[in-house]
């Protein structure tokens, strides 16, 4: 969420400075303070500065403090009218009562990130139009029930992450309206069955994830179009296990994570028909041979389990796109391991101790346009990466040291990197140190002469990843001037 909007900040202030735009003036004068559109970010500040009013300061509905030592929000220190509000990573210990009085009816955002707060802000209760709270990391502890009351008639999202409550969150029953709750990072909360049972239509997103369960909240039994469930970190026996799985509504479940829970097999999934995006990562699964999964899958982490080959299960999932197998004890990967995984776009097997990898030990992954396999026992370059077919390609095969770079290259490679030309590119070096593009364009180097390379193919092109940095700042530039224009357009 605060990635893409900073992505959209830098953006529209990149765009601002190539319109000049007219006689507005942003309502905080601090260097580090910048107004793009109809919002402000401000960062590294340890107070907030005077707030500029009057005719010509700039509206602003987002303000967004980010990384500084803002410990108190007062009276009047923000622009009046926001709808969003950010502060990440401030000690914030105090928003006086007051402070957002000025924007009352149109705040619906409020985010505070890494902050000091002791307990939810008094100022909440000024606020008409509050639909979205997001609290990560503060030492909060005792929730204010007269705050809790006022803005659970209205909120639909509510995220209380690592901020020490504990026990039985009984005043969640004030909260009638809510699609998304979470609650993870706490440690052992009590989900109130009446809670789960009032909210079983609207739920769509629950996050429990590290709140110390060791069984099901049985209200989970009535929810009845929950979307999202996240579960990680809590240990649960595989008795708890099954029962989530018979769960009936959970048929409509997309998206389910049991990272960290302790699971010792893979389970029948199968009755998840509509999943999408499983996440089974650090657990003790070491058995290829079990388990179902359902079909629909498209996006499936096993990472950090046991596994010594590839689940069997996960090779006849044929819309998978994104694969993780990382951090497992994968050895070997025999000819036509991924043969049905022909939409496989991401493809993780980096950090197993794999040592053998049949000539077409990759054929069928047409799609393929991430693969990572490094910190693997590999000796030298698989002859089997020839299979990979989508014309644009990262293989990222870093942090193997003894990864030999020979000048007599296979002809299958030559004939596969002459054909991606420059469109192909590499992570990692051979142990020579030659970083494998180079290889790959240029030849190996010749032992004994570290300076000089040595060209095997004359058909290839120069330099493909520099001219893929140099193309890629073009187009960002581009797309800056194409919006400028947009933007002169409008004036
Ligand atoms: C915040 O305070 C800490 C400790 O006083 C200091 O190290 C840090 O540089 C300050 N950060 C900013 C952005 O002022
Ligand atoms: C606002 O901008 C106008 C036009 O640029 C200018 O004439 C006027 O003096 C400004 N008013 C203030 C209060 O700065
Ligand atoms: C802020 O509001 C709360 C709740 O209404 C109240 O208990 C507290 O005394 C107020 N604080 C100040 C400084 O007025
Ligand atoms: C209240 O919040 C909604 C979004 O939930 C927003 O669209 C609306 O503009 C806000 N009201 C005001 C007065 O800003
Ligand atoms: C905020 O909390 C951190 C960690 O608990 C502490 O180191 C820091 O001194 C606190 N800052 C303020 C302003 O209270
Ligand atoms: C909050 O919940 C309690 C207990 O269920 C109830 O008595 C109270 O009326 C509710 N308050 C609001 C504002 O809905
Ligand atoms: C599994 O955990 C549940 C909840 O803690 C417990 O009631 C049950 O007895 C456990 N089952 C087994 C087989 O250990
Ligand atoms: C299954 O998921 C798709 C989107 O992924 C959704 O459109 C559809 O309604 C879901 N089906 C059920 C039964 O929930
Ligand atoms: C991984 O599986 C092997 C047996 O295949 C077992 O000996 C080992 O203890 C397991 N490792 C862990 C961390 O459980
Ligand atoms: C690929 O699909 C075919 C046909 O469904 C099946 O016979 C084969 O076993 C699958 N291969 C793998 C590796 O799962
Ligand atoms: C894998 O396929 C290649 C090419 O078809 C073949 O030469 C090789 O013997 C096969 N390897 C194994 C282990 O079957
Ligand atoms: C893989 O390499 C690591 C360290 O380089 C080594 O400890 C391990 O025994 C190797 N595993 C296999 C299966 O060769």
Same mark, same amino acid.
């Given at each position: 969420?605060e990635?893409?909007?900073?992505?959209?900040?830098?953006?529209?202030?990149?765009?601002?400075?190539?319109?000049?735009?007219?006689?507005?003036?942003?309502?905080?004068?601090?260097?580090?303070?910048?107004?793009?559109?109809?919002?402000v970010?401000?960062?590294?500040?340890?107070?907030?500065?005077?707030?500029?009013?009057?005719?010509?300061?700039?509206?602003?509905?987002?303000?967004?403090?980010?990384?500084?030592n803002i410990?108190?929000?007062?009276?009047?220190?923000?622009?009046?009218?926001?709808q969003?509000l950010?502060?990440s990573?401030?000690?914030?210990?105090?928003?006086?009562?007051?402070?957002?009085?000025?924007?009352?009816?149109?705040?619906?955002?409020?985010?505070?990130t890494?902050?000091?707060?002791?307990?939810?802000?008094?100022?909440?209760?000024?606020l008409?139009?509050?639909?979205?709270?997001?609290?990560?990391?503060?030492?909060i502890?005792?929730?204010?029930?007269?705050?809790?009351?006022?803005?659970?008639?209205?909120?639909?999202?509510?995220?209380?992450?690592?901020?020490?409550?504990t026990?039985?969150v009984?005043?969640?029953?004030n909260?009638s309206?809510?699609?998304?709750l979470?609650?993870?990072?706490?440690?052992r909360i009590?989900? !109130?069955?009446?809670?789960?049972?009032?909210?079983?239509?609207?739920?769509r997103?629950?996050?429990?994830?590290?709140?110390?369960?060791?069984?099901?909240?049985? %209200?989970?039994?009535?929810?009845?179009?929950?979307?999202?469930?996240?579960?990680?970190?809590n240990?649960?026996?595989?008795?708890?296990?099954?029962?989530?799985?018979?769960?009936? +509504?959970?048929?409509?479940?997309?998206?389910? +994570?049991l990272n960290?829970?302790?699971?010792?097999?893979?389970?029948?999934?199968?009755?998840?028909?509509?999943?999408?995006?499983?996440d089974?990562?650090?657990n003790?699964?070491?058995?290829?041979?079990?388990?179902l999964?359902?079909?629909?899958?498209?996006?499936?982490?096993?990472?950090?389990n046991?596994?010594?080959?590839?689940a069997?299960?996960?090779?006849?999932?044929?819309?998978?796109?994104r694969?993780?197998?990382?951090h497992?004890?994968?050895?070997?990967?025999?000819n036509?391991t991924?043969?049905?995984?022909?939409?496989?776009?991401?493809?993780?097997l980096?950090?197993?101790?794999?040592?053998?990898?049949s000539?077409? %030990?990759?054929?069928?992954?047409?799609?393929?346009?991430?693969?990572y396999i490094?910190?693997?026992?590999?000796?030298?370059i698989?002859?089997?990466?020839?299979?990979?077919?989508?014309?644009?390609?990262?293989?990222?095969?870093?942090?193997?040291?003894?990864?030999s770079?020979?000048?007599?290259?296979?002809q299958?490679l030559?004939?596969?990197?002459?054909?991606?030309?420059s469109?192909?590119?590499f992570? %990692?070096?051979? +142990?020579?140190?030659?970083?494998?593009?180079?290889?790959?364009v240029q030849?190996?180097?010749?032992?004994?002469?570290?300076?000089t390379?040595? !060209?095997?193919?004359s058909?290839?092109?120069?330099?493909?990843?520099?001219v893929?940095?140099? +193309?890629?700042?073009?187009?960002?530039?581009?797309?800056?001037?194409?919006?400028?224009?947009?933007?002169a357009?409008?004036?």
């Open positions: 969420m990635l893409t909007r900073n992505l959209l900040v830098l953006m529209c202030i990149g765009v601002a400075c190539v319109v000049h735009s007219t006689a507005q003036i942003c309502p905080y004068k601090a260097e580090t303070c910048q107004c793009a559109g109809d919002f970010e401000c960062s590294g500040l340890r107070d907030i500065p005077p707030v500029i009013t009057g005719t010509n300061v700039t509206r602003i509905k987002t303000a967004s403090f980010v990384r500084g410990t108190t929000v007062t009276k009047n220190s923000l622009p009046q009218g926001l969003e950010y502060f990573n401030q000690p914030l210990v105090q928003i006086d009562n007051n402070s957002l009085d000025n924007s009352a009816d149109s705040l619906y955002f409020i985010e505070i890494q902050a000091n707060l002791t307990a939810l802000p008094a100022a909440l209760l000024k008409t139009n509050l639909s979205i709270l997001y609290i990560d990391g503060s030492p502890q005792k929730l204010d029930l007269a705050v809790l009351q006022h803005i659970g008639i209205k909120l639909t999202e509510l995220h209380l992450k690592n901020v020490g409550i026990g039985n009984d005043w969640l029953s909260f309206v809510l699609r998304i979470d609650l993870s990072e706490n440690n009590i989900v !109130p069955d009446t809670f789960l049972s009032s909210v079983r239509s609207t739920l997103e629950l996050s429990l994830a590290s709140v110390g369960l060791t069984a099901l909240p049985p %209200g989970l039994l009535s929810l009845d179009n929950l979307d999202k469930l996240d579960l990680s970190g240990k649960m026996n595989s008795s708890e296990i099954n029962k989530l799985l018979a769960i009936p +509504s959970l048929s409509k479940l997309s998206s389910l +994570s960290s829970v302790g699971l010792e097999h893979t389970f029948n999934f199968s009755s998840l028909k509509n999943l999408t995006t499983l089974l990562e650090n003790n699964i070491s058995n290829p041979n079990e388990g999964l359902p079909p629909s899958l498209s996006s499936l982490s096993l990472a950090a046991n596994l010594t080959s590839i069997t299960v996960v090779l006849g999932l044929t819309n998978l796109y694969l993780d197998l990382s497992n004890q994968i050895t070997t990967i025999p036509a991924f043969a049905n995984l022909t939409r496989l776009t991401k493809l993780y980096n950090n197993n101790p794999i040592k053998t990898i000539a077409r %030990g990759f054929s069928g992954l047409v799609s393929l346009d991430y693969f490094g910190f693997t026992n590999l000796t030298e698989p002859v089997a990466l020839s299979d990979l077919s989508n014309p644009t390609l990262h293989i990222n095969i870093e942090g193997i040291p003894a990864l770079c020979p000048c007599q290259r296979s299958e030559d004939t596969w990197f002459s054909k991606h030309n469109s192909l590119f992570t %990692g070096y051979c +142990s020579s140190s030659q970083s494998l593009d180079r290889y790959f030849g190996c180097i010749i032992p004994s002469e570290t300076t390379t040595v !060209p095997i193919s058909t290839k092109g120069t330099g493909n990843a520099p893929l940095e140099i +193309s890629s700042s073009c187009t960002f530039v581009s797309l800056l001037l194409f919006l400028s224009q947009i933007f357009g409008l004036y």
